[in-house]
Every structure is written in structure tokens, then in C-alpha cells.
Nanobody
Framework: QVQLVESGGGLVQPGGSLRLSCAAS????????MGWDRQAPGKQRELVAT???????NYADSVKGRFTISRDNDKKMAFLQMNSLNAEDAAVYYC????????????????WGQGTHVTVSS
């Protein structure tokens, strides 16, 4: 069974940086798209960034120029470098993987991690 585990969240001051990591475990043959969503208290979950297996990226307007998504296909990992963080970036950040082909011919359209908390405060 494929699972995603996020790490790297924590407390950061406004203007600071954090790097989130997402590791996929299990027998995995391919993952088409990996990405990050976030959900702040009392708000809807929103898409932050995605990256395809080939490296094409997409960002929410609110993070363009500040966040950078990347992935290591060999290690089945995705990363989110977050710079110039502000209070509006505080949220639980969730990693997701789409179109996952695993062992035994298994297929999952979407898999989500448990999330990692990002707090922005002075």
C-alpha cells in the first residue's frame, strides 16, 4: 500500500523560510503528479502547487514567486520550498500524489498524506 508522509513543518517568523518534504513509501512504479494543498483554520482546502513526473509545475497565484515545488522521481519524494512566509501561509500542508501505479498492478487516482503544520508568527 502506498503511503505519503510529510515533514518539515514548524514555527517560522514572518519573512522566514521552510522546506517541506513528502516521501512516498511502498512498492511504487510511477506517480504522475505530486503536489501540495493547504488548509487554514476555518478555510477551505486550497491547491498550492503541483509538479508532473516530467517537471511541469503549477502554482496558486498567492504563492507564485515565493514557493518552489520540486520532486525526486527516483526517491519518490516531493518538496516545497517556501520563502517570504506570512501569516496567510499558516496552515496544515498536505502532500498528494495522483495516478499512482503500485505493486501488483494496483492503481490509486489520489493519495493524501496526514499533513504537516506550518505556523507563521513572531
Amino acid at each position: 500500500q502506498v503511503q505519503l508522509v510529510e515533514s518539515g513543518g514548524g514555527l517560522v517568523q514572518p519573512g522566514g523560510s521552510l522546506r517541506l518534504s513528502c516521501a512516498a513509501s511502498g512498492i511504487i512504479f510511477s506517480i504522475r503528479t505530486m503536489g501540495w494543498d493547504r488548509q487554514a483554520p476555518g478555510k477551505q482546502r486550497e491547491l498550492v502547487a503541483t509538479i508532473t513526473r516530467g517537471g511541469s509545475t503549477n502554482y496558486a497565484d498567492s504563492v507564485k514567486g515565493r514557493f518552489t515545488i520540486s520532486r525526486d522521481n527516483d526517491k519518490k519524494m516531493a518538496f516545497l520550498q517556501m520563502n517570504s512566509l506570512n501569516a496567510e501561509d499558516a496552515a496544515v500542508y498536505y502532500c498528494h500524489a495522483n495516478d499512482v501505479v503500485g505493486g501488483g498492478g494496483s492503481y490509486s487516482s489520489s493519495i493524501w498524506g496526514q499533513g504537516t503544520h506550518v505556523t507563521v508568527s513572531s
